[in-house]
């Protein structure tokens, strides 16, 4: 197929120190990779390149790691790990997906694959099933002496994980010989995820407390001949400056039912192709979805709030999306059973037909 995948996986730069924090040796790895991208391309005669377009835009990832050498009484954990995840721009198509679908499922049949077992594999299946085990001790073994359980609760290990955002725009193209696409005439949706953090902690004693933010979402109807008059079906509507003054929030729902009498958009609702800061995002705006995880030896607690999530249900709108992606898996599935069935007629052969022995001839 002349369809491929490029992946380039940008610059990578990792950096290895031993540091001194709070009178403690530290190994600290520091990991950044930045400019990784993938495209779709196609190659002409002679695997020359003809064409290529992003699916993902430059991304960089950044990631820390430290570790204590030496476990005293200070107050910072055995492992911290931090990472942050710069905002990504998808480009997704119908051929684009096709295309994904039929490189994962080849990577995922056992063609041209050989197993071959190691010389311990091969020592381990020879021996006997007796000596597998090891060589059986005699006599009397030592038994060490039970220490009494440190009182002191100290921190294993912290996580930290930052997403600035996400952002996966679908075309259904006209064209589909074509591997670009034109926003203006075949955006399909726009699908949008801002400001994700996620902070975990384990201790000594086996209490875990895990936190989540997820700050808005966003789906929007992109399509250029759209019969929808709401093209926003998913959003986050936030009030801002809201406080608890009832007659604040009165005032606030007057001039935004004024700003929509007059065709205007209120502030508060995002817009969905502009790119959002995350980090100001969080300071201006209530999380969408905040989630608290608490876990211990006797019980486990879950604390889970949602606010400022509004939907507009468009059935026809929503199966379209569906639609979008059962395309691309269903076609390839009917491929892999055309290819299965074909190879299952070339293995196996017809039984001959035995043809009756001959009458003897009266006499």
């Known amino acids: 197929s002349p369809d491929a995948l490029l992946a380039r996986l940008g610059d990578l730069n990792i950096r290895n120190s031993f540091t001194m924090e709070a009178k403690v040796p530290v190994d ?137 955002g996400m952002d996966l725009i679908l075309y259904k193209a006209n064209n589909t010989e074509s591997i670009f696409y034109s926003l203006d005439q075949d955006g399909f949706s726009h699908f949008q995820l801002h400001g994700i953090s996620l902070d975990a902690e384990t201790r000594d004693n086996n209490t875990l407390e895990a936190r989540f933010l997820l700050q808005m979402v966003m789906l929007d109807d992109i399509r250029p001949k759209s019969p929808l008059a709401i093209k926003k079906m998913i959003y986050h509507y936030n009030k801002q400056g809201t406080s608890n003054d009832t007659s604040t929030q009165i005032q606030a729902e007057e001039d935004i039912a004024a700003d929509k009498e007059n065709g205007n958009v209120p502030t508060s609702v995002l817009t969905t192709l502009d790119v959002v800061d995350a980090a100001s995002a969080l300071t201006s705006h209530k999380p969408l979805v905040r989630m608290t995880y608490k876990q211990d030896e006797a019980s486990q607690d879950l604390d889970l709030s949602m606010e400022g999530l509004r939907i507009n249900l468009c059935i026809p709108y929503l199966l379209a999306v569906a639609e979008f992606f059962a395309v691309g898996s269903t076609r390839q599935e009917e491929g892999n059973v055309e290819r299965s069935s074909s190879s299952g007629a070339r293995g196996e052969s017809t039984p001959a037909v035995t043809s009756p022995p001959p009458t003897p001839p009266s006499q």
């Open 28 to 164: 600290k790895i520091i990991v950044n990779l930045s400019s990784m991208q993938v495209s779709r391309a196609k190659f002409g005669d002679q695997q020359t390149l003809s064409a290529q377009r992003l699916l993902l835009e430059p991304v960089g990832l950044h990631v820390e790691v430290w570790r204590l050498l030496h476990v005293g009484s200070s107050g910072l954990p055995q492992v911290s790990i931090s990472g942050k995840l710069e905002n990504f721009k998808i480009h997704l198509g119908q051929p684009d997906l096709k295309t994904i679908f039929a490189i994962l499922s080849a990577g995922e049949s056992d063609e041209g694959i050989v197993e071959v077992d190691t010389p311990e594999q091969q020592q381990q299946e020879e021996a006997p099933e007796g000596d597998r085990d090891g060589p059986q001790k005699s006599g009397t073994q030592e038994v060490s002496p039970r220490t009494a359980p440190n009182p002191i609760i100290r921190t294993k290990l912290t996580l930290k994980f930052d997403m600035d």
